[in-house]
Structure formats: structure tokens, C-alpha cells
T-cell receptor, first 115, second 110 residues
């Protein structure tokens, strides 16, 4: 149990629908990351937050994707007008800020299937 | 942009044989991390190396960080069936953005 919680764990949605994933990081961790992983690939960086500030956003994140961390605690990742290519596992991770030696802890992921 | 390349993509070994995976970055990294992911699971942190030329061991696993802080390796001695999974390296670029390699999937035949 890494302490990072993601919900839902699995989501099947029809193309064109909106979906939202939630991540609750380890409580004292102020850095929060979102990654996307497809079969046979490594996690692809999407975005990360320092507290409530979104510090970087990947070019992979189209206008249909938005992430928020309104109070610097939990975060949401919303995908609008889903497409079949969005099918993947969406991983959340958290980390203490400070030096670069702090470990990243992953949640168990949210599997998205777009049909 | 920043890239982390990992080879081989997959490897089949007989139980008891050794295994090595290599990681190369296009730019200097502030650290290198290694993760293991079992099928259907999520990446689990194994170790982090920070210093140039650093070597760390965890039982049968040996991790190295290159002198230029651009490459790394993970070596497993005498593999066991419990070593099965995908091993990822990941490195921090400036600003704490962590980039992952594509992973090496290890298959161990008993």
C-alpha cells in the first residue's frame, strides 16, 4: 500500500463522453504527478503540481485534458469528449518537494477504456 | 526534448541466469530511479541514485549511475521467477519533471 489513492480504478465510457479521475496523494506530499501508460510502454509524463500550482504540462495533454489541484491536496484529471486513443492507464504519483532525492510513490492507476 | 532510452525492450532468461538492462538519457540527469512493475500492477520504486558513478546493491540487484550522469544500468544476478516484470528507469530533469524509459520486460523460465 503506497498511500496514493486513485478513483475509479476502472472506467468504461462511450466515445464522446467526459470522464474524471481523482487522486489523493500521500498527505504530506506537495508534489503531485499525472502519467499515462499504455500496454508495453513506460509511463508518459502529463503534468505535475507543486501544491495547487500546475508547474508543467506535457504537449501530450491536448485541450481536451485538464488537471486541477484546487487546495493543494487531492487532484482531478478530466478528459472531455473522449476518443478511443485515450484508452490507457492513468497513473497518479506524489512526492515530497525539496531535494531531488525524494521518492515518487505511485497509486494503483485508473484504467480507462473508451468504446 | 528530453528522452530516456532503455534497452533491451524485453529479455527471456533461464532461471539462474543473469540479466542486465541499460538506460541512456539525452541530457544530464539530477538523479536516476528504478522501478519494477508486475503485469497488471503499478510501478513500484526500487532505488534512487544521485551521485556520479554511484553503485548500489540490493541483494541480487546491482544499480549503477554513470560518471556523466546520463546512463545507468540494473543487473540481476541469478534470476528467479519472482524477478518477472518490467523494469523502468526514470530520471529527473531540471524542475523535478521525471521522465521514464519504455522499460525492459523480463521473462524468467523455470
Amino acid at each position: 500500500d503506497t498511500g496514493v489513492s486513485q478513483d475509479p480504478r476502472h472506467k468504461i465510457t462511450k466515445r464522446g463522453q467526459n470522464v474524471t479521475f481523482r487522486c489523493d496523494p500521500i498527505s504530506e506530499h506537495n508534489r503531485l504527478y499525472w502519467y499515462r501508460q499504455t500496454l508495453g510502454q513506460g509511463p508518459e509524463f502529463l503534468t505535475y503540481f507543486q501544491n495547487e500550482a500546475q508547474l508543467e504540462k506535457s504537449r501530450l495533454l491536448s485541450d481536451r485534458f485538464s488537471a486541477e489541484r484546487p487546495k493543494g491536496s487531492f487532484s482531478t484529471l478530466e478528459i472531455q469528449r473522449t476518443e478511443q486513443g485515450d484508452s490507457a492507464m492513468y497513473l497518479c504519483a506524489s512526492r515530497l518537494s525539496g531535494n531531488s532525492g525524494n521518492t515518487i510513490y505511485f497509486g494503483e492507476g485508473s484504467w480507462l477504456t473508451v468504446v | 526534448g528530453q528522452q530516456v532510452m532503455q534497452i533491451p525492450q524485453y529479455q527471456h532468461v533461464q532461471e539462474g541466469e543473469d540479466f542486465t538492462t541499460y538506460c541512456n538519457s539525452s541530457t544530464t540527469l539530477s538523479n536516476i530511479q528504478w522501478y519494477k512493475q508486475r503485469p497488471g500492477g503499478h510501478p513500484v520504486f526500487l532505488i534512487q541514485l544521485v551521485k556520479s558513478g554511484e553503485v548500489k546493491k540490493q541483494k541480487r540487484l546491482t544499480f549503477q549511475f554513470g560518471e556523466a550522469k546520463k546512463n545507468s544500468s540494473l543487473h540481476i544476478t541469478a534470476t528467479q521467477t519472482t524477478d518477472v516484470g518490467t523494469y523502468f528507469c526514470a530520471g529527473d530533469t531540471g524542475g523535478f519533471k521525471t521522465i521514464f524509459g519504455a522499460g525492459t520486460r523480463l521473462f524468467v523460465k523455470a
